[in-house]
């Protein structure tokens, strides 16, 4: 179980470039004029995840499969993308099918490149995004409320649950705050995820700093921090030309960059951490001689349907799950050292499956 992260942004930003350095590629075309990139670039990357490292040594895994994320670089929007100004009708279009949106936002100084409203304001770079958004959100609603009015007339059950939840949205809108700070029932979950509203989506602020800032932020990043704060939002604070840099070493020689610059890890793992958290994700591990492989889920998701994730049998299937805790696994030096030491635990169906948990499921087929 993966996820789409729409990485979103005015023009100029660094959203290309950090993409580039994201999925070591240079598939998206990082250049001073907006709308380079015009058709979204979709990358593949590994969540790095050292614990995986740690298993397949201790098991003497043949291969090891780190679980994936995607990235979507998206066109620049500029103000008026919610009436169709510049990309705006496709830029909407690429960030519906998003799970989540980063927010790049310009927080450095550089005359050679051009901003596209001749200013360097990264909170009012991410009001006029949002504003954007918004506008697209309140005049889907408003159609959709007029194509609902008949099936409503009918008695329609699921028409009246939408026309509720988009009601509650729109009110939101047009207090001036986006869908997601409506309050949403766990039986209207479902419901509400296939409005595929555009504010509804997380966000996460990705805060793109000059090199000699990229280890403590700059005074503009303190003010998305602040921002986001208010917001209850995230945010993460990376140089994309480092970043970029990076990507081009050998991990010995790139770990030895990020250390000349201050810096403990690359911003990848930073930026992937704070999206997991973005959306509730963990990973938990399966384990033996030929494969050590990681697995995201959902928080809280119970182990049938952890299970399910692997192969749909296996859900189906069901039986129990063979569980052992990372930290137990590792302190056994394997199953059998965590079996002896009793921390070997059989698990059914209502079990929740923790981050880290190294599970071997058994199921009837």
């Known amino acids: 179980m993966g996820f789409r992260m729409g990485i979103v942004g005015l023009p100029n930003v660094g959203k290309s470039t950090l993409f580039n350095a994201l999925t070591r590629t240079a598939a998206a075309q990082a250049a001073n004029f907006p709308f380079c990139t015009i058709e979204p670039n979709v990358g593949e990357v590994a969540v790095p995840d050292s614990r995986l490292d740690v298993l397949a040594e201790i098991a003497g895994s043949k291969q090891i499969i780190p679980t994936r994320m995607t990235f979507v670089d998206i066109a620049g929007l500029v103000r008026g993308a919610s009436k169709g100004e510049g990309l705006g009708n496709q830029f909407l279009a690429n960030i519906r099918e998003c799970d989540a949106i980063a927010h790049v936002l310009r927080c450095f100084e550089d005359g050679d490149i051009t901003h596209v409203e001749g200013r360097i304001d990264p909170v009012a770079d991410a009001e006029t995004i949002e504003t954007e958004l918004m506008l697209a959100d309140m005049d889907s609603i408003e159609r959709r409320l007029a194509n609902l009015a008949r099936k409503l007339k009918g008695g329609d059950k699921e028409a009246a649950d939408q026309d509720r939840l988009l009601r509650a949205a729109l009110a939101a809108l047009e207090a001036g705050k986006p869908a997601r700070t409506v309050q949403v029932a766990d039986d209207d979950q ?3 995820r296939l409005l595929q509203l555009l504010t509804a989506k997380p966000v996460l602020y990705v805060c793109n700093v000059e090199e000699a800032s990229a280890a403590s932020g700059n005074s503009q990043s303190a003010r998305v921090a602040d921002m986001a704060k208010a917001q209850g939002a995230a945010t993460v604070v990376i140089s994309a030309r480092i970043e970029e840099e990076i990507a081009q070493l050998p991990q010995d ?5 990020l250390s000349e610059m201050g810096l403990e890890e690359a911003g990848l793992d930073r930026l992937i951490r704070a999206g997991h958290q973005l959306l509730g994700l963990q990973t938990y591990f399966t384990v033996g001689p030929k494969e050590a492989r990681a697995w ?15 192969h749909g049998d296996f859900e189906k299937g069901f039986i129990r799950a063979e569980t052992i805790a990372y930290e137990d696994y590792v302190a056994g030096r394997g199953e059998a050292g965590a079996k002896e030491a009793g921390k070997f635990r059989i698990e059914g169906k209502t079990y929740e499956v923790k981050d880290g948990d190294v599970l071997h499921f058994l199921f009837s087929g």
């Open 296 to 310: 995201t889920i959902s928080k809280g998701m119970l182990a049938p349907q952890a299970a399910g994730v692997i």
């Open 253 to 257: 020689e790139a770990q030895m960059f």
């Open 190 to 192: 479902r419901t509400w």
